[in-house]
């Protein structure tokens, strides 16, 4: 559906630059000389209608990518997504532990990281 909603900004885009350029030309024609204002009004309203349907094609653009990161995480929430089960939050936000709990609990032991398991028997690793 957005693909087609483009293409009806991007008609409405050439049709009015048509209609515009074609007012400009029949004010010139018509005038004695080159009148510098009906060209100058014909040159703003191009620059606005590239700015406005730049920015109506920009608008549709996020609304598509939009559509599809929600698709993509309704098909990761149907998956399982892999997540771990959501964390109750407190009731009161502000409020945590005494500093006596805190003080009372112990330290955890910090965990040395597992190394891996060396071959047996020497090896010759490099030669000066």
């Known amino acids: 559906m957005m693909t087609w909603v483009q ?3 991007g008609a409405v885009f050439v049709i009015g630059l048509v209609a515009l350029v074609a007012a400009v030309v029949t004010l010139v024609q018509r005038a004695e000389g080159v009148p510098p204002l009906p060209v100058y009004t014909g040159l703003l309203g191009a620059v606005v209608l590239i700015l406005l349907a730049g920015a109506c094609l920009a ?3 996020i609304a598509i990518s939009a559509r599809r990161g929600a698709e993509a995480l309704r098909r990761i ?5 892999g997540l771990a089960a959501p964390v109750a939050a407190p009731a009161r936000p502000f409020t945590g ?3 006596r709990e805190v003080a009372n609990q112990p330290e955890p032991e910090p965990a040395a990281p597992a190394r891996p398991q060396r071959p047996s028997g020497r ?3 490099a030669e000066r």
């Open 7 to 9: 293409r009806a900004v």
């Open 59 to 61: 608008l549709i653009s």
């Open 77 to 81: 929430a149907a998956q399982g997504g």
């Open 97 to 99: 532990m005494s500093l």
């Open 123 to 125: 090896t010759l690793v």
